[in-house]
């Protein structure tokens, strides 16, 4: 018998560690570019983005993951940015897909840029939470991270939790955690809507617009399939973003977010009562730190 378990753990180890792979690697090594070729710059650990009047640009990641960390320092778009929309987002495909949202919005001073964060579970959005920044983030790079497990989803700037979104699924919640996403960044024209709902319009003779990126990090699970699905979640020591400390936000954590929420703020969609003829939705009742 001890033999017996002794083959069943070396199979175990042979087979499936394997597939639970931690990727953490540079921009070329991970995305690639997917439009506005001709617009856009992919070496080593850089990724520029370029938008004018012709077209944008964007790149996403050759792999899927399910749950792990993904970062990137970025430089947005300097001085009239009006018009312009730098993402970068988590999503899976199709009509049902999960999605995780950080969206830049410019401004016609160049500063403040508003943060868009939104949340899709099963093809649902309607999430969004709304900030200005602390900083200029278009005069020096800064660090953009998801942080995402069985748990929790947590947005964070620097360093800095803006936002929690935590897992109510056994309350009927939808949560993201069946679905392998991949990576997205872009830059592209919205001015439909971007800058004070479509008020001012991007000012083409300001183009190229320009967005930088560089020590891009997924630190996280890949996907391959449904059987990621167990392999990803499950408590063991490989899987570093299920423990105990990546559960919850500590105090200090708390206090941090708090004063983002209580001064940089604009909008929160848990307090759109008019948006949802007074149904909000149900997380909207729950606590998310």
Not at 19 to 26: N, P, T
Not at 148 to 163: A, F, G, K, L, Q
Not at 168 to 186: F, H, L
Request: hydrophobic letters at 40%; a negative charge.
């Amino acid at each position: 018998m001890a033999n017996f378990e002794k083959l069943i753990t070396l199979f175990f180890f042979a087979i499936v560690l394997p597939s639970i792979v931690l990727v953490d690697a540079s921009f070329s090594k991970s995305m690639h570019i997917t439009w506005g070729a001709q617009h856009a710059l992919l070496q080593g650990d850089d990724l520029q983005l370029v938008l004018d009047n012709s077209s944008g640009s964007a790149a996403q990641t050759k792999k899927p993951f399910l749950f792990g960390t993904i970062e990137s320092h970025i430089k947005f778009v300097p001085g009239d940015s009006a018009g312009t929309v730098t993402a970068y987002y988590l999503s899976s495909t199709g009509s049902q897909h999960d999605e995780i949202d950080f969206e830049f919005l410019g401004n016609i001073s160049g500063q403040p840029y508003i943060i868009h964060t939104n949340l899709f579970t099963q093809g649902n959005g309607s999430r969004e939470e709304q900030f200005y920044l602390w900083f200029d983030p278009s005069a020096d790079f800064h660090n953009y991270t998801i942080h995402w497990n069985p748990t929790e989803i947590v947005w964070y700037i620097d360093s800095i939790p803006i936002r929690v979104f935590r897992n109510y699924e056994n309350e009927g919640i939808a949560y993201p955690n069946k679905q392998g996403m991949r990576v997205y960044t872009s830059l592209w024209n919205a001015d439909d809507w971007a800058t004070r709902g479509g008020l001012i319009k991007t000012n083409w003779t300001n183009a190229p617009f320009i967005a930088k990126f560089n020590h891009f990090r997924a630190r996280a699970c890949k996907w391959h399939g449904e059987v990621s699905i167990n392999q990803c979640a499950s408590n063991i020591a490989s899987n570093w973003w299920t423990s105990p400390i990546y559960k919850q936000l500590s105090y200090a954590q708390l206090g941090q977010m708090n004063w983002v929420r209580d001064n940089y703020m604009i909008y929160n969609y848990c307090s759109d009562t008019k948006r949802f003829n007074g149904q909000l939705p149900p997380e909207c009742f729950k606590a998310q730190y």
